[in-house]
């Protein structure tokens, strides 16, 4: 459990700090917000105090993720401790025999499928966001890095983060999942033993 509160601390500090450095850097580089590739800036035409207000929002939501992917969801012991399939099918549908390809059923328990997306997306956006904090330090110094912008105007706004998040997420969820079938049989065993 102390782990899991200091990986809670760790990544709400981190995707703060983040948040606040591509604010610092947006207000440094584009104080009237002509460079940012936000959206909600260009076609909705938001200003500071709503790009503020959304980003207290969106780390608001953040909060909710991280809390209950770390400290909030307590997984349910599953005795399938060799096959990662039938484990998953356990914690999903309450039956290891109900395995299938993708696991693409409609789930009998959702507290799994819950954190697995939380802490996928909690571990996720800091990363992404970071890679904006990059682009506007390339920016402001003046690197020219043709090959990263040429990169990042590849994607609609140049929201590279965006889709970088989202794959990260993809990516991480196979993680927890790696994560959960290895806590899962570790704490098994013990018990087991202690019997």
Do not use: H
């Amino acid at each position: 459990m102390r782990k899991n509160k200091a990986l809670f601390l760790f990544f709400i500090l981190f995707y703060f700090c983040t948040c606040v450095l591509d604010l610092l850097l947006t207000y440094y580089a584009t104080p009237n917000l002509q460079l940012e590739g936000n959206p909600l800036v260009l076609r909705l035409e938001f200003g500071w105090f709503d790009l503020i207000l959304i980003n207290i929002v969106t780390f608001f939501f953040y909060f909710l993720m991280c809390r209950y992917a770390f400290l909030c969801y307590r997984p349910v012991l599953s005795s399938e401790t060799e096959s990662l399939r039938r484990y998953l099918a356990d914690i999903t549908y309450g039956d290891p025999e109900k395995a299938n390809m993708g696991m693409w059923k409609w789930p009998k328990n959702w507290a799994p499928q819950i954190a697995c997306l939380c802490w996928s997306v909690a571990v996720a956006l800091p990363f992404a966001r970071l890679f904006v904090v990059l682009e506007w330090a390339l920016i402001i110094a003046k690197i020219p890095a043709t090959s990263f912008f040429r990169f990042v105007a590849f994607f609609p706004y140049g929201r590279v983060d965006f889709f970088l998040a989202v794959l990260l997420a993809w990516g991480f969820s196979f993680v927890w999942i790696a994560l959960s079938f290895r806590q899962n049989k570790s704490e098994y065993l013990r018990l087991r033993n202690n019997r």
